[in-house]
């Protein structure tokens, strides 16, 4: 399975972007799908991630409230809308699939993940 992540940029604090995660080769939607993130000189976090069915969503605590993740398994793709950004909010984005059946956190729990996109927040 390829993951393309794309809909990323520059944005100013307290802006909006939505970005998108769609796959090739594969159907997702027997998949949990992780958003992750990297800052330059840090680990890779997670962000978000949602189940196959789209009834269980989890968010680290500092994007709660502000980003949302949803799927369209018919277009076979997965969605992550961030609002009121900060530029703390600053990485790489990655999308990745897990074959868990529930959202986890680690990174090490994903077998696929996309090439990144980068969003960067001006203040």
């Known amino acids: 399975v390829q993951l393309q992540a794309f809909g990323g940029g520059l944005v100013q604090a307290g802006g909006s972007l939505k970005l998108s995660c769609a796959a090739s080769?594969?159907?997702?939607?027997?998949?949990?799908t992780g958003w992750f993130r990297q800052a330059p000189g840090k680990e890779r976090e997670f962000v978000a991630g949602i189940t196959w069915g789209g009834s269980i969503t989890d968010y680290t605590d500092s994007v709660k409230g502000r980003f949302t993740i949803s799927r369209d398994n018919a277009k076979n793709t997965v969605y992550l809308q961030m609002n009121s950004l900060e530029p703390a909010d600053t990485a790489v984005y990655y999308c990745?699939?897990?074959?868990?059946?529930?959202?986890?956190?680690?990174?090490?729990?994903?077998?696929?993940w996309g090439q990144g996109t980068q969003v960067t927040v001006s203040s």
């Open positions: 080769g594969r159907r997702i939607s027997s998949y949990t």
């Open positions: 990745a699939l897990s074959g868990y059946n529930s959202v986890v956190k680690s990174v090490t729990a994903y077998d696929y």
